[in-house]
């Protein structure tokens, strides 16, 4: 079945430091979309990419799809400390959203 | 708007006890799902519904029951619990936006714990 790998497990980063996670499919998506989850919170929508080679940004976040629609990333620029959670990646083929385990980031004021 | 509402949000079980949790949605979504979340793992597919009157089996089926009760509920029946079924349950619900695509919107999570 189709697996969605995303890499690194975990982040740490002193406040101000850039952070980026990849997300890797072993299948060609339709689409991707990224979550992030707060300490002790539920998934919330992020974005979502469609296009092959799509970038957004939101303010300091940006994301990547992959020209051949099988990985994606997401970047943050000097992360601040109400950028902790966890943010997951969740890719879509054939109708069904697998999600990565996603990248616990942490940041030390 | 109250959004995905599901309940409780905390329950400690026996093994063997049986359980039901209740996740209703106000947004008029067709399709409902039930994830689990383990610690250091992402969200696993349970099972879920895409429409009314159907449901389908997700990844990690075995031990639970669902019934898409209406459009607007939907809930996850543990019948014999296990102390393998610890874990954060979320329920979900979908719009179709763009694409096809759809955008999850979860609920806020209910905690169990199996002893």
């Known amino acids: 079945g189709q697996q969605v790998m995303q890499i690194p497990q975990y982040q740490h980063v002193q406040e101000g430091e850039d952070f980026t996670t990849y997300c890797n499919s072993s299948t060609t998506l339709s689409n991707i979309q990224w979550y992030k989850q707060r300490p002790g919170g539920h998934p919330v929508f992020l974005i979502q990419l469609v296009k092959s080679g799509e970038v957004k940004k939101q303010k300091r976040l940006t994301f990547q799809f992959g020209e051949a629609k099988k990985n994606s990333s997401l970047h943050i620029t000097a992360t601040q400390t109400t950028d902790v959670g966890t943010y997951f990646c969740a890719g879509t083929n054939a109708g069904k ?6 990248t616990t980031l942490t940041v030390k004021p | 708007n109250a959004g995905v509402t599901q309940t409780p949000k905390f ?5 063997g006890q049986s359980m039901t949790l209740q996740c209703a949605q106000d947004m008029n979504h067709n399709s409902m799902y039930w994830y689990r979340q383990d610690p250091g793992m992402g969200l696993r597919l349970i099972y879920y519904s895409a429409s009314e009157g159907t449901t389908d089996k997700g990844e990690v089926p075995n031990g639970y029951n669902v019934s898409r009760l209406n459009k607007r509920e939907f809930s996850l029946r543990l019948e014999s619990a296990a102390p393998s079924q610890t874990s954060v349950y979320f329920c979900a619900s979908t719009r179709t936006v763009l ?4 955008v999850l919107t979860f609920g806020a999570g209910s905690r169990l714990t199996v002893l």
């Open chain 2, 99 to 102: 694409s096809g695509a759809n």
């Open chain 2, 11 to 15: 329950q400690v079980l026996k093994t």
């Open chain 1, 97 to 102: 959203s697998t999600f990565g385990d996603g």
